[in-house]
């Protein structure tokens, strides 16, 4: 520690925790004194500071996640009326172009304002400084600032709904140059405001991220080294990076396009007549669009994906009482699966023409990505395997989401190829793949994570009858919706068409099944409905929760109240002796063992060694 | 590099690995928080940096590109540049020596500076304007527009810190220990912000 400024800066703390009055003198819980001073901590002093703009990351989070939620509820919404359209195309519900925005504003909510956001934004901020044992993250104010340029980006996707000419339809991977092209719907305003809202949100998100990767590695307690981390806190900090490292290139794509939109410049708008009339634009590069579009894409699936890894893990761990099967590997895979997410964006662009040997690279190593993450796969089963399983609600989730992600993500191997893609690229089977492995499986995930911590944020219970319904419509539903489109996307159903219903290359099962899809997701997007009654009906009326219901190690269940209060720990920081997974050790009296109690407590428990 | 992957190698549940790891003090490096924060950001910036030049690269191949001409203003503002990181660096050594006055002076003159050069990039922004040098004109004039708009964000960016620093020293002139630590910082800042200068207009000046 070279360091004087911080001595000086954090001397100044409230908390100064003491070592000497650590109880237990026994020789093997032995800790060194501590050299870190205790991190300072911003104090609210009014009703405004505490409960609106809040500092502390736990109202961050659960403000990202209900912001995050309500969002997700519109996209939901718009998925019903497309997923009308598409089955009763007769009842003229909605017009092409509404058709197309809703399309692209579904999948630009789902992908960014829902899922990124709760998973970074929503669990990151709540969850890392409880796990790691940190009274808050490292820069708190900016954190706020993160939350609330968020707020604001969300404000200006949905403010284009109410512009002349609606919001953006150009899908919601943007291309230009049909984005800013007449024709498209939303080629004026609605365009520009997507992209502003998303440098926005790329904003917001960097000042986030900065605070996760500072307090993951910076502000942990002691004790806690990166290998003795929860696999949540994992997969949440490697996502960042990837974030932080992928998000640049949207914002650059998103700078560059506005600019050819507002000034006329020419960065990705090629020569083009339009409507019988030639076009100021010359000698831009669509394909350099899709480029950075999808090298910001395709780790964005993995933001997504690892923190459900983390989450997945640690929860399967904890309800089937038994450690993690490899851990390390599991670590691996996690920081393996992130750095080969950089070197395969181009499959996502096999059918725009490109080299064969490029295609050929980016096949293998999509084909090579498919090798951690079937070890992540296994892991699992093999930590169910002989486990202690609980069905409890987040296992039951848990469960879901291997399966669904195993199904995703072999559809993915086919689709990863060049040969196989090129047929079924735009039908309805890619849209089912992407649907199965980043939609329905990370869902899963945050529905059991939300029935697993919901206690630690409310003290409360969620009703367990209502979850068990919601659970089985889901899982039943999702596979109802998505099972077909396959089917479809084999038969060659375009994707992106407003109304298909008697064009003569269309088999005529494709009308009853779209009919029974349509069906099946209203009922799915009603179950939602239900849980979400659920949360809401439960942080008041739902059962008491005992303190740790779920008998987990890890520390943000061990903080001395529940939920835990302003600088989650009282005044001594916690100590950490041990992993997250000693669940089940060999003759402990209790199957669980909380990483920060002291060997001295447990002599009688056996280490297992594997 | 290498102690990442002995990180990795750890076996968290074993006895003997256990016995280290209860003397973990948890940090990773040793760093303010401050200082990995700049640092992160600092790479963001690269990485955005970087996909301009990525894409100048690209754009600069199709055969409607026309080079701009370079002002000799901008030579100057190079040169206004410059001259800051060096002041910096002296306002840094005094910070350690604490000489109160060399950093008071120091401080006001980077800040006189820095807006000279934002008004300056305005300048040259104005000039080309007049000459018909607009955006939509060509490609090349985008991508100036764009990089000189983007430096000066940093800029102004760094320039809200470096008000903080100044107005906390100026309220209680004695502690220099306060604002060492900022100064740095703000020091690294500056330095970065003239090599990625360098780089944009090197670029620039050589295609």
Redesign the interface.
């Known amino acids: 520690?070279?360091?004087?400024?911080?001595h000086?800066l954090e001397a100044k703390s409230d908390y100064v925790s003491d070592a000497s009055s650590g109880t237990s003198a026994s020789d093997i819980?032995?800790?060194?004194p501590a050299?870190?001073p205790d991190q300072e901590l911003y104090h609210s002093h009014s009703w405004w500071t505490t409960y609106v703009f809040s500092q502390d990351a736990k109202y961050i989070g659960v403000q990202y996640a209900c912001t995050a939620i309500g969002t997700g509820i519109l996209g939901l919404v718009l998925s019903w009326l497309m997923r009308l359209q598409i089955a009763f195309p007769g009842l003229g519900l909605l017009e092409p172009s509404a058709y197309y925005q809703f399309v692209t504003m579904h999948g630009m909510i789902m992908v960014i304002y829902l899922l990124t956001a709760l998973f970074l934004g929503g669990f990151g901020n709540f969850l890392i400084p409880l796990m790691c044992?940190s009274r808050d993250m490292?820069?708190p104010y900016v954190n706020m600032v993160s939350y609330w340029m968020f707020l604001v980006a969300v404000l200006v996707l949905l403010s284009s709904f109410f512009v002349p000419g609606g919001p953006t339809g150009a899908g919601w991977t943007l291309y230009p140059p049909q984005a800013i092209t007449s024709g498209t719907p939303g080629h004026n305003m609605g365009i520009i405001l997507m992209l502003v809202s998303l440098v926005l949100f790329v904003a917001g998100f960097?000042m986030g991220?900065?605070n996760y990767?500072?307090t993951v590695?910076?502000?942990?307690?002691?004790?806690?080294?990166?290998?003795?981390l929860p696999l949540t806190v994992w997969g949440i900090f490697v996502a960042t990076i990837l974030a932080?490292?992928a998000f640049?290139?949207l914002?650059?794509g998103g700078?560059?396009m506005t600019?050819d939109g507002l000034?006329?410049?020419?960065?990705f708008m090629p020569a083009i007549v339009s409507m019988g009339e030639q076009l100021?634009y010359?000698?831009?590069?669509p394909i350099?669009f899709q480029h950075?579009f999808w090298f910001f894409g395709h780790p964005e699936v993995y933001i997504v994906a690892l923190p459900a890894f983390g989450i997945v893990s640690d929860l399967i761990s904890i309800h089937a009482r038994k450690?993690i099967f490899g851990?390390?590997m599991m670590?691996?895979a996690i920081?393996g699966i992130g750095a080969l997410s950089f070197f395969v964006w181009a499959h996502h662009m096999y059918v725009a023409g490109m080299n064969p040997w490029f295609g050929f690279f980016f096949a293998t190593t999509t084909l090579i990505i498919a090798v951690p993450t079937a070890i992540k796969v296994y892991n699992w089963i093999l930590t169910l395997w002989r486990g202690n399983i609980q069905l409890s609600l987040p296992m039951l989730f848990s469960l879901g989401f291997i399966v669904t992600f195993l199904n995703g993500g072999l559809t993915g191997l086919f689709l990863g190829n060049v040969t196989v893609d090129v047929p079924l690229s735009d039908t309805y089977f890619v849209v089912a793949h992407f649907h199965m492995v980043m939609g329905i499986a990370p869902v899963l995930v945050v529905f059991g994570a939300i029935y697993h911590w919901y206690p630690l944020i409310t003290g409360r219970m969620l009703n367990e009858t209502l979850g068990k319904i919601h659970f089985w419509i889901t899982f039943v539903g999702s596979y109802a919706i998505y099972f077909p489109m396959h089917y479809q996307g084999f038969i060659g159903v375009p994707r992106r068409y407003f109304e298909i219903y008697d064009s003569p290359y269309i088999e005529t099962s494709t009308m009853g099944l779209n009919v029974f899809i349509t069906v099946a997701a209203l009922i799915v997007g009603a179950a939602q409905l239900l849980f979400i009654y659920n949360l809401i009906s439960s942080a008041r009326l739902g059962k008491k929760a005992e303190k740790n219901p779920w008998k987990a190690n890890s520390l943000e269940w061990q903080t001395p109240e529940m939920p835990p209060a302003h600088g989650n720990w009282g005044k001594e920081m916690p100590k950490?002796?041990?992993?997250p997974?000693?669940y089940s050790v060999p003759g402990a009296k209790e199957d669980y063992i909380p990483q920060n109690v002291a060997?001295s407590a447990v002599t009688e428990a056996k280490?297992?060694?594997? | 590099m290498n102690k990442f992957f002995k990180?990795?190698?750890?076996?968290?549940?074993?006895?003997s690995q256990?016995k280290i790891?209860?003397?973990?003090?948890?940090?990773?490096?040793?760093?303010?928080?401050?200082?990995?924060?700049l640092r992160?950001?600092m790479?963001?910036s690269t990485?955005?940096f970087s996909?301009?030049i990525i894409?100048y690269a690209?754009?600069m191949l199709?055969?409607?590109?026309r080079s701009m001409p370079e002002p000799w203003l901008l030579w100057a503002n190079t040169g206004i540049l410059i001259l800051s990181s060096i002041i910096f660096h002296l306002t840094k050594i005094a910070s350690d020596r604490q000489h109160n006055d060399k950093i008071k002076k120091g401080l006001y003159f980077i800040g006189f500076l820095a807006y000279t050069f934002l008004f300056s990039q305005l300048l040259v922004w104005y000039q080309l304007l007049n000459s018909g040098y607009y955006?939509?004109t060509n490609?090349a004039n985008?991508f100036f527009y764009?990089f000189t708009a983007l430096h000066g964000l940093h800029l102004i960016g760094g320039l809200y810190f470096l008000g903080r620093t100044t107005s906390k020293f100026l309220r209680n002139n004695s502690k220099v220990?306060?604002i060492?630590?900022t100064i740095e910082l703000c020091a690294i800042y500056w330095h970065f912000l003239l090599a990625v200068w360098i780089v944009l207009f090197g670029l620039m000046l050589f295609t």
């Open positions: 520690m070279s360091d004087e400024y911080e000086k819980d032995k800790l060194p050299e870190l044992g490292a820069f960097t991220g900065l990767i500072v590695l910076q502000l942990r307690t002691r004790g806690m080294t990166l290998m003795r932080l490292l640049p290139a914002l650059v700078l560059m600019l000034l006329g410049t020419s960065f100021k010359e000698g831009g590069s350099l950075l450690n851990y390390r670590v691996w920081v950490v002796y041990r992993w997974y000693d060997p280490v297992e060694k594997s | 990180t990795l190698a750890e076996k968290p549940w074993e006895e256990a790891d209860n003397e973990h003090l948890g940090k990773t490096l040793s760093l303010s928080k401050y200082k990995l924060g992160t950001i790479v963001v990485i955005i996909f301009f894409a690209d754009r199709i055969h409607d590109w955006a939509a490609p985008a764009l220990q306060e060492q630590h």
